[in-house]
């Protein structure tokens, strides 16, 4: 016995959550300029990719598809290892810096 399938829900559009907006997809700076692989040693291009705080910034954020987005994230950690950029940058204001002892 074939279970008949209500496809009309299929096509009915999802009711919007108050206060909900819609977004466009940014498109990909990536994909606009066709690159086809991403070099570890261009430091210009990691930087613009890399927080101040020097962690790997999101495809949410940056607008990258998830290919270039994996790229990416593998050359930022080659031309770490090959100390090109930093792990981490530690800021003048930094909440996790350790205050120096008090004389005893």
């Known amino acids: 016995m ?3 399938r209500d496809r009309g829900d299929r096509d009915k559009k999802k009711p919007m959550k108050p206060g909900g907006r819609i977004f466009k997809k940014r ?3 990536l994909c606009k300029e066709k690159v086809d692989s991403v070099n570890f040693m261009n430091i210009e291009l990691l930087s613009r990719y890399v927080s101040d705080r020097g962690r790997i910034v ?14 990416i994230a593998l050359a930022v950690k080659k ?3 090959a100390a ?3 792990f981490v ?3 003048a ?3 996790h810096q350790r205050r120096p002892r008090r004389p005893q």
């Open 2 to 4: 074939e279970r008949e």
């Open 84 to 86: 090109l950029l930093p």
């Open 79 to 81: 031309a770490r290892l």
């Open 89 to 91: 940058r530690v800021t």
């Open 93 to 95: 204001a930094s909440p």
């Open 27 to 29: 498109p990909c700076r």
């Open 58 to 71: 999101s495809s949410r954020i940056n607008g990258n598809c998830s290919k270039h987005q994996r790229m």
